[in-house]
């Protein structure tokens, strides 16, 4: 079964930090554009990052500065750092991948496979 899972989420105060998780179960990385989308209560779901096969990442203006993505294709997953976390940032995270080349890589109906989330809540 082909599949994606988030880990890393969690509660943390405002400027702290957390390192997100998407592992690929199933299938291999490594020709693999693999997107961090974010849903808040209330709100679409928006792109915040993504990471092409050959490592060319891109950010929403909302996380530059702030997050960094990265993969490790020999454990088959990438990570999302996320630092200086805001309130505005508490949403599920979710991770995307796709081998397709994307025209739209900011679309998460986009990409072929999803995970279930991970919860983000940044609070004092």
């Known amino acids: 079964q082909l599949q994606l899972v988030e880990s890393g989420g969690g509660l943390v105060q405002p400027g702290g930090s957390l390192r997100l998780s998407c592992v690929a179960s199933?299938?291999?990385?490594?020709?693999?554009?693999i997107g961090w989308f974010r849903q808040a209560p209330g709100k679409e779901r928006e792109g915040v990052s993504y990471i092409t096969s050959v490592s060319n990442v891109r950010y929403a203006d909302s996380v530059k500065g702030r997050f960094t993505i990265s993969r490790d294709n020999a454990k088959n997953t990438v990570y999302l750092q996320m630092n200086s976390l805001k309130p505005e940032d508490t949403a599920i995270y979710y991770c995307?991948?796709?081998?397709?080349?994307?025209?739209?890589?900011?679309?998460?109906?986009?990409?072929?496979?999803w995970g279930q989330g991970t919860q983000v809540t940044v609070s004092s």
């Open positions: 995307a991948g796709t081998r397709r080349a994307l025209f739209r890589p900011w679309v998460f109906a986009e990409y072929d496979y």
């Open positions: 199933g299938f291999t990385l490594d020709n693999y554009v």
